[in-house]
Structure formats: C-alpha cells, structure tokens
C-alpha cells in the first residue's frame, strides 16, 4: 500500500487507490451520506400566487451509490437536483441533511461539485491546458507541478481523452465535451458528484460509457447523482439507485431491479422485455391511467428509504424507516476541511495567464478588430483631412471631438455586450464548483482588458490624430490619448456592468438604448449656459461620462494653442483663436484634469456595480433589496427574449 501523499491537504486523505486502482493520484475524501425531509420548492408567479415545484419530497442518496433521479419531462428532477446542490436555495423548504447534519450551504458547497447540462468550457484552449488550469486553481500548492500533471494524465486516460489533450475545446466532439467537464470536476477530487442529464445530446455507446465512469467514481466512495430523461434499458441497469419523480412527488426510490415487483405489487405489470425505465416513466406520466397517488402513497413520497420486494406492501407501511432516524455512519465533515487549496494571488496569476493565452488564441480576431479599427481612423480622420491648423474649419472639427468620443463609445462596449453574457455563464459553473473566488478573478479580468483597448486606442488616436494636421506635440497627444483611452474603458465598464445582469439580447438592446441619453446629455445646452436648464437634466448632464470624455478632448486638442490660419479663400475665420471655441462651446472654464478625474471616478464606480452585480448573481441567497427586486420584475416583464 502507498503511503499517503504527505503534501495532501487535509488529514482526511487516504490514497485512492484502495478502492479506484485507475485514480491513485487522487486523494480521497469522506464519504457523504444525503438525507433529505419534505423538500418544498415554490416559485413565485406574478400576481397569481406561486407554483409549486417540488411537494414535500423526501429521499436518502447514499456515498458509493450511483443515483438516477428519473421522470418525465417537468416533473422537478432538475429542480430537487438544484435544490440540492445548493444551487437554488432561495424558495426551498425542508430539511437536507448531510451525513445526519443539518445541511451548510456554504460548507456543503466545498464538497459538492455540479456538472450542468450545458458544456460550459472555456473556449481558446485545450484540454490538457483546461485541466491543468483546474489543477492549478484547485490544488495549489498542495502538489507540485509533476504531481498535478500526472494526476490531471490519470483522470485524462480514465476518461479517454489522452487522445484529444492537445485539441481545443471547442472543437471536441459532444460525448468529449462531456468527458471534459466530468473530468474538469475530478480534479481534486470531490466526494459528492451533481450531474444534470449527462447524458443528453449523447450518442448510446457514449451515454452508455458516460455511466459506466459515473458508476466506476461512485464505486471509489462518491456520492454520485445525476437526472436523466428516459435511459435504455442497459444504462438503467448500471444505476445502483434509482429516484422517480412526477408531478414534484417522489413516485419511487430503491433499487432499478425492483422497479418491475414494487409496480406489480400495485397491480402495475410492466410487459416482458419492456425497458422498465420507459415503463415506469409512462406509468408515472399517466399513460396507463393515473396512479400517481398510489405510488406516491405507497412509497409515503421518499419517506420508505428502500422499497424492498420481500415485504407485503402493508408491512411496508407499519415498518417505514423514517430517514431522519437512521444513524449516521460517518463523523460531520470538519469546517475547515475544504479551504480553497490556491491563494488568491495564485488564483488571480493563473485566471490572468488563462485569459492572456485565450487573447493569444483568438489573435485573428483582435486583428480584425485592429483593421475595423484603422478604418475607422481612416475614414473619420479622412473627413476632417488637414482641417485641425484652418481657422475656418473650427467649428468643424468640434465635429471630430464629438466623432471621437462615439467611436471610443461604441468600438468597446459592442464586444462586451455580446461576449460578457457567456463569460458570465462560465463564471457561474466555475465559481460554484469553487475553482476560485471573486476577487481574484475580477481583477485578472479588469487588467487582461487593458492591453487590447490600449492598442486599438494607439491605432485610431495616431492616425486620427496625424491625418487630421493636429500639431505633433507630445504632451497633447498624450492628453488626446488619456482620455481616449478612458472613455473606452468607462464604456467597456457600462457594457460589462449591463451584461452582467442581462442576457446578450437584451444587452444589445439596452447598451446602445443607454448610450442615446448619454449622447444627447454630453453636447445638451453647450454653449449657452447652464442656467435655463432645468435641474434634473442638469444632474444628468453630470452624470453623463460622454460629457467629461468631450470635454476632455477638445480642451486636449483646443486648449493653450496658437492662433490658427486663416486662409486666402475665406474672407473672415471668426474662430481663428481656438480659445474662441473653447468659449462658444461653453467650456473656458473647464478643466482637463477635473475631467480626467470624474470619469475614473465614474469608471470606478461602473467596475464596482458590476462586480456587486456578479456577486448577487452568484450568490442566490444574497439579496440586494430593491436593485434584486428591479431586476426581477425586469426579466419577468420586459425581458427581449420573450417569443424567442
Ligand atoms: N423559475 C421557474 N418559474 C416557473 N416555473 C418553473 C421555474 N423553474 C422550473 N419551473 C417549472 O417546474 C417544473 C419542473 O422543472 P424542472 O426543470 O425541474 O423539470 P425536469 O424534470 O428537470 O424537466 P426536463 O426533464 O424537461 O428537464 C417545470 O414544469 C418547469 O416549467
């Protein structure tokens, strides 16, 4: 026998290998045991009340069990599989139990992986890159690096996906994509395993391999639970542990063999060489009449922990074993047990590497992004060719300030609306299978932004700048480029903060709906003084980052400048002086600097507001009061993806 790896985490772990020979690089962890007691979940409904989801379902998913929770379709196995996994806490009542504890969200989180139904991986790079990612997040330091490749190689192999390790995830096959995703959560090995139909969208052979592994963990010790619609007969046959649900109530639990008994003990008989699983998913979806309430009755809806065929049904009723009773096998697993493994500065390095080499990958489209963006330069620049030195162009080129401010409104916060809303995605499954905190992650994201703005805004500002005749002094130009580059990054922020919240619909809705009053806030009343304004267009005005970004801009670019020329064809240039701009637009008193400083300050408070918005996203049980509220009634009411 090994000796236990003295790096392991915790003084729990024994080597694996006891009981999984193929996974001897992972530690092993306690076995958990999940009870649960009239298990209610309801959803709220407009103004007509609440649905009721689950109805006081109760059940015992035991360690080294592989779990089916069956039914058809509606009937909450994706439900109490989320209520569960902590993953939908909010309307939920009842009790679940942990090894015979009251259950800990938050504690029960750490031990507790869930596999979603969709793919979620991340895209732009490969799988051996994806694992080792994982195992550097989850691990730490608890292994060295030769340490996590072998055990990232052994789940790798177990999996079958050594083959495909250096291809990128988005071009993996289905039943790969879902290998990956099992294989991602194996990493550090957790002892409660949720899957959401792992085996949707799977060809047989890869449904039927996707059990067998599910089997093979749950053998280790695990405890492993998965939904799943209509399963053949020979992936029924690998579930060790079979749960029905219909109608939100518990219509089965026990052993798959004794599906076929336990339905002729209530006169139900379910044809030879019929797939039990079929048949008891048409029982129970009333094919054959309603005995839902007969089935739910006789198995007191999960209450009789184990249906068992030997027992006449009346004494099944007088013997129930009541979950709540049966003692624990196992000591309540310590609070400390599941800290994050990696500090959060490692956390925060690998999250920046990751997100760097995916900008690596995607280098085609930065490119693409570079020459829109020349072109962009080319032709606004283009339309104010050698305007910026005429005297008679002045006013013209004010244009151009206001040009700029839209390309470096747009040109950021298009690409944030659309691809935030599945980073967000991403961000959900990694954060709750606890790959990493918050923090560390927002911060790897703010600054893994910054070298792409800095470069298109290099791009569009030095040729804008030149073809335009603006007078090559390098502390303008650095001023043109600093508020530039901040109105970009003020608009990258408001595009984030939206898409946080909002799917890529309705972000491209609102995002450019939102820019409109900016637009109009930033050149309203110019020139004519604030006064005749009324107060609450005014405090708009202040709010509007356009303004500043305006601002800054043309007192950059107009601002300590020698008079202009006029030319022989003009007879009269009225703004020669460009401080004479600079007061027809109403801003001889502004100040550069205080316009540098209010949209950092504004930039600050967009990344705090998105970064609180995607912790009350990921936290279901945080509530931010009213904002929570608004944003409910929004998607239940407004939301653009209706009729979609
Ligand atoms: N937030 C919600 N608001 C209203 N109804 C909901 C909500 N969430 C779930 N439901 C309803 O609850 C029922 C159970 O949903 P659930 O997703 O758990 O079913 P399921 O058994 O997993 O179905 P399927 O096999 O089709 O995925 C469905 O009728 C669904 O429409």
């Not at 709540?324 to 000591?331: F, G, L, T």
């Not at 022989?568 to 001889?588: A, I, K, Q």
Request: proline share 5%; hydrophobic share 40%.
């Amino acid at each position: 026998m090994n000796t236990p790896d003295p790096t392991a985490p915790d003084q729990h772990t024994v080597p694996i290998h006891a009981t999984c020979p193929k996974l001897s690089g992972l530690i092993r962890r306690p076995p958990i045991d999940i009870e649960f007691q009239d298990l209610t979940y309801t959803v709220p409904q407009g103004r007509s009340g609440s649905k009721i989801i689950l109805r006081s379902v109760s059940g015992l998913f035991k360690s080294g069990e592989l779990t089916a929770i069956l039914g058809p379709s509606g009937a909450g196995k994706s439900t109490l599989l989320n209520v569960l996994a902590g993953y939908k806490v909010g309307n939920a009542s009842g009790q679940i139990l942990i090894n015979s504890q009251p259950q800990d969200v938050k504690q029960f989180r750490k031990l507790s992986r869930y596999i979603m139904q969709e793919d979620l991986l991340q895209p732009g790079i490969t799988v051996l890159e994806s694992m080792m990612i994982a195992a550097h997040l989850k691990l730490g330091n608890s292994q060295t690096k030769a340490q996590k490749l072998e055990t990232v190689t052994e789940i790798l192999s177990m999996l079958r996906l050594l083959k495909c390790k250096r291809t990128l995830t988005s071009r993996l096959s289905g039943g790969e994509k879902k290998r990956l995703s099992i294989a991602l959560e194996l990493v550090d090995n957790p002892p409660v395993i949720f899957l959401d139909e792992p085996t949707t969208g799977l060809d047989d052979l890869s449904s039927s391999q996707c059990v067998s592994l599910l089997s093979m963990l749950a053998s280790g010790g695990r405890t492993v639970i998965c939904s799943i619609h209509t399963p053949s007969a020979r992936l029924f046959a690998q579930f060790s542990h079979v749960y029905l649900v219909a109608e939100g109530q518990c219509m089965f639990a026990g052993l798959g063999q004794d599906v076929v008994p336990y339905l002729a003990s209530l006169n139900i008989h379910c044809p030879r060489h019929y797939n039990p699983a079929d048949f008891m998913i048409e029982v129970s979806s009333g094919e054959y009449g309603n005995f839902n309430e007969k089935m739910m009755l006789s198995i007191d809806n999960g209450r009789i922990y184990r249906w068992n065929k030997q027992l006449p049904l009346a004494q099944q009723h007088s013997d129930k074993e009541h979950l709540i009773k049966r003692p624990s096998q196992y000591d309540a697993v310590g609070k400390n047990v599941y800290e994050f493994d990696s500090s959060a500065w490692t956390q925060f390095y690998v999250l920046f590497l990751r997100m760097m080499l995916q900008n690596y990958r995607e280098i085609k489209v930065v490119i693409l992004k570079c020459v829109l963006i020349l072109f962009m330069s080319i032709v606004t620049g283009g339309m104010f060719l050698n305007m910026a030195q005429d005297g008679s162009k002045t006013l013209f080129m004010f244009g151009f300030c206001f040009i700029c401010t839209i390309v470096f409104m747009y040109i950021p916060m298009l690409p944030a609306l659309l691809y935030f809303p599945q980073e967000v995605k991403l961000l959900k499954r990694e954060y709750f299978n606890r790959w990493y905190r918050l923090r560390p992650y927002y911060l790897a994201l703010t600054l893994s932004r910054l070298p792409q703005q800095f470069v298109l805004g290099v791009i569009y500002v030095s040729i804008a700048y030149y073809i335009t005749d603006m007078p090559i002094e390098w502390i303008r130009i650095g001023k043109f480029s600093i508020i530039c580059y901040l109105i970009g990054l003020t608009s990258e922020s408001l595009g984030l903060a939206i898409s946080s919240q909002l799917n890529v619909v309705n972000s491209v809705f609102v995002g450019p709906a939102l820019s409109v009053p900016f637009m109009l806030l930033a050149i309203y009343g110019l020139g004519t003084g604030s006064s005749h304004i009324p107060p609450l267009i005014r405090i708009g005005m202040y709010g509007s980052y356009l303004r500043y970004g305006l601002e800054g801009i043309v007192l950059s670019l107009y601002e300590d400048r020698p008079k202009l020329r006029c030319p022989d064809s003009e007879v009269f240039c009225d703004l020669r002086h460009p401080n004479l701009l600079l007061v027809r637009v109403g801003m001889e008193n502004c100040n550069y600097w205080l316009d540098v400083l209010a949209l950092l300050v504004i930039l600050t408070l967009l990344k705090l507001a998105t970064f609180l918005i995607l912790k009350r996203r990921l936290s279901p049980r945080t509530s931010c009061g009213a904002l929570g509220y608004v944003g409910r009634f929004v998607k239940a009411h407004f939301s653009l993806t209706k009729g979609y």
